[in-house]
């Protein structure tokens, strides 16, 4: 069996005095071996991987053939946004963990081979889709980001008119404000985004549904409504220090990097903190977002400080060799207990504390205990907290009705409705923060389920 | 989307009123909102107060003060001009109900987010008494329409050019001291104008609520950034405000948290300067 190609990266070195993209994906030749590496299962196991039930054998048997045309046509089929899934899905826990290659170590890289199919079209131009003939009902869709992305363009295919609302004044949602230039460049979400304009998706932005309209008046001006409205509410640690100046959550600091360009200031106004020493707390995808990026705006040293162990961190791995070769230190099992104050209420250092870990918690991790005696300081001027975020309450202001569960998370039904007629959710909004493939799996689901309704009512 | 500034006017040094074409931000507007703006693709967002608004002409009136490098960009723009981003409104309104007697304070440009306040109370029934301040009578904005809008209208300029010689929470107390039952007394201005004021009426028992003012980006609850610490929790002033109890906020952590980017404000005007001359 030949063995997987290897993605061609950016130098390390290079890479962390920019922002431009760090994996620059495979050549021709490359996506033909690798897809040559797949078996043709009769059954084949990666699709039940796949949120959106991409027909992955389908599409990489006509790569193989060097037919990237039909190969991107069947990925189409299923999922509208290719070139963000082949770069940002965690594969290795999807499609990729279920191929059959994956028990011998080297699975077929299916979302390297998705990334190319995308961007080959991407060079090509994509062409304009036909739109679908109308069938007179009217959709709302609220937010911007993958899960509403994905729902809109499914209603739009039905021909149904489409309308988005989205608070700021770029679409994407988290693929523009959270994830950074070098994992996921803006010129693809743009692209993606415009495609589903031209299905006809009206996009409205600087509109926050909750103040301009509450969803009461939104359901009753639209035949059916969507909820894809994220978790962008940050959560912080509730230590000791942490409104001290130089403390970001990771939402702040991604957002003023990503949908500000903060790291091209003073040409774009918007201002960023650049540290020498930067600790940021958490282990998923955007604590390396967020320590990648403090690296690139110039900082000296860049820590990971997380509480669980190596094998624990939530972050696709890929990521965290990434940061790893660029020089991000992992300070595992390893917690902060405070913050402490430097001169003119600014940051000095975090005291932390190490971990040890012992029975699975309700997660099925094993939770991390402090060892008495273990605290110690490391110096830092920039604390960027990433340990996640809960939905946004804005949306529920002005609608009466809306099942909420105690975390604040839409409650919905197996077919995503909610607890109100014609309103439908998916996404982080409902599962509290995940992958953009669950939220994009979510948002397929309830565009079918708008849709059957519609048909019907 | 585009926002057309449908009138400009300068109404003080380095003061500027605008009214800004944003329907749906006019039709939904309440006192006490606020906006978020951006000029341009190059431009940080902005939070501004809401300092009036016309649902019928679909129009929201913003007044600001010239400080940084975008507040000063935004004075160059005129009648016709548009801006790129206008996104409202934001914050809770202003908790307005029939209370009795209330104290609107106003300093400086903050005068220009208590006027809305002020229509609101009187319309709920108050009796509105409203003092407004600024350093001097020429840095006085609304005179007129607050002369019209309130019950009883007090002056005060740090100079004395003016009304009475001195603060405007000088006026306040003697209002209170002269025992008038005052129900509640608002104040919105400079931190440090909010954080006397909260010192001075404190004796007093008086509900004070301030209008906060921090720093922040997204006006949704997104990036946390305004967090303010208010009875020792924390809480984002775009979401749960901005208005808070004056006697909870912790002022010391609002004013250096606004003084965050000085260095970068200052390195980005600077720049700013040399676009312009090299313009020129």
Redesign the interface.
């Known amino acids: 069996m030949a063995a997987r190609q290897a993605m061609p990266h950016q130098d390390a070195k290079e890479r962390t005095r920019n922002f431009d993209e760090v994996a620059l994906g495979y050549t021709e030749e490359q996506a033909i071996a690798e897809a040559s590496r797949c078996l043709e299962c009769r059954n084949p196991k990666c699709v039940q991987g796949c949120p959106v039930e991409i027909d992955i054998p389908g599409f990489i048997a006509q790569m193989k053939a060097g037919d990237f045309d039909e190969a991107i046509a069947t990925i189409k089929l299923t999922n509208s946004l290719p070139a963000v899934c082949g770069r940002v899905c965690p594969q290795e826990v999807q499609c990729e963990e279920l191929c059959v290659l994956a028990k011998k170590g080297e699975p077929v890289a299916i979302g390297r081979l998705e990334r190319f199919c995308a961007d080959h079209e991407r060079k090509k131009g994509v062409a304009a889709p036909v739109r679908a003939q109308s069938t007179g009902k009217r959709v709302a869709v609220v937010g911007a980001g993958p899960a509403s992305l994905t729902a809109a363009a499914d209603l739009a295919k039905e021909g149904h008119a489409v309308t988005m609302f989205e608070?700021?004044?770029d679409t994407g949602g988290v693929l523009t404000?959270g994830i950074p230039e070098f994992r996921l460049p803006k010129s693809i979400v743009r692209d993606e985004v415009e495609y589903i304009k031209q299905l006809g998706v009206d996009v409205?932005?600087?509109?926050?549904i909750g103040?301009?309209?509450t969803l009461e008046e939104l359901k009753n001006d639209f035949d059916a409504v969507f909820l894809g409205t994220g978790a962008?509410?940050?959560k912080?640690m509730g230590i000791e220090g942490?409104?001290l100046?130089g403390v970001?959550?990771a939402?702040?600091f991604l957002?003023?990097v990503n949908?500000?360009?903060a790291y091209r200031?003073?040409?774009?106004?918007?201002?960023?903190?650049r540290g020498k020493h930067v600790i940021v707390v958490g282990g998923g995808n955007v604590a390396m977002d967020a320590a990648r990026s403090a690296l690139r705006l110039g900082a000296e040293e860049v820590s990971i400080v997380y509480r669980r162990g190596e094998d624990e961190l939530p972050a696709r791995k890929e990521e965290v060799e990434n940061a790893k070769e660029e020089g991000i230190i992992f300070r595992l099992l390893t917690n902060p207990v405070r913050i402490l104050q430097g001169d003119?209420?600014t940051v000095k250092g975090v005291e932390c504390i190490r971990m040890e870990l012992g029975e699975p918690d309700e997660s099925g991790r094993r939770s991390p205990v402090p060892k008495a005696g273990s605290e110690h300081v490391i110096d830092a001027d920039i604390v960027i907290i990433a340990i996640g975020t809960s939905p946004?309450?804005?949306i529920l202001s002005g609608s009466d009705g809306l099942k909420v569960s105690p975390r604040g998370t839409i409650v919905v039904d197996e077919s995503a409705k909610t607890s109100i007629g014609n309103v439908c959710a998916g996404g982080d909004a409902v599962t509290g923060a995940a992958t953009v493939i669950s939220a994009m799996g979510a948002g397929k689901l309830a565009a079918q389920t708008i849709n059957d309704y519609l048909r019907n009512n | 989307m585009s926002y057309t500034i449908l009138e400009k006017k300068q109404i003080a040094p380095q003061v500027h009123l605008m009214k800004v074409l944003a329907p749906d931000v006019a039709k939904a507007a309440k006192a006490g909102q606020f906006i978020i703006l951006r000029i341009d693709e190059t431009s940080e967002r902005i939070p501004l107060t809401i300092a009036d608004f016309d649902a019928d002409e679909g129009y929201v009136t913003i007044i600001f003060q010239e400080m940084g490098k975008t507040t000063k960009q935004l004075a160059q723009m005129t009648d016709r001009d548009v801006l790129l981003d206008f996104v409202g409104p934001l914050g809770k309104p202003a908790d307005v109900r029939k209370l009795g007697t209330v104290i609107l304070v106003g300093g400086g440009v903050g005068i220009a987010p208590v006027y809305p306040q002020v229509k609101a109370y009187r319309d709920a029934g108050n009796k509105v008494i409203s003092v407004i301040g600024a350093r001097n009578k020429d840095l006085l904005i609304l005179e007129d329409e607050m002369q019209a809008a309130s019950d009883e209208l007090y002056i005060a300029t740090d100079d004395g050019s003016k009304g009475h010689h001195g603060f405007v929470t000088d006026v306040a107390k003697k209002i209170l001291d002269s025992g008038e039952k005052i129900a509640r007394i608002v104040v919105i201005g400079p931190p440090i104008l909010m954080k006397v004021a909260a010192g001075m009426t404190a004796p007093y028992g008086v509900e004070t609520i301030v209008s906060l003012n921090p720093i922040m980006i997204d006006g949704t609850g997104m990036c946390g950034g305004c967090r303010v610490s208010v009875g020792g929790e924390t809480k984002f002033a775009c979401v749960d405000g901005p208005e808070f109890d004056a006697h909870k906020v912790d002022f010391n952590l609002l004013m250096s948290r606004l003084g965050l980017y000085r260095p970068e404000e200052a390195q980005c005007q600077e720049n700013h300067q040399c676009t312009c001359r090299s313009g020129n």
């Open positions: 608070a700021l004044h404000y409205k932005v600087d509109y926050i103040k301009i309209k962008g509410l940050p912080f942490e409104n100046n970001y959550s939402n702040e957002t003023r949908l500000m360009k200031f003073p040409d774009y106004s918007t201002p960023i903190k003119n209420m946004n309450p804005m």
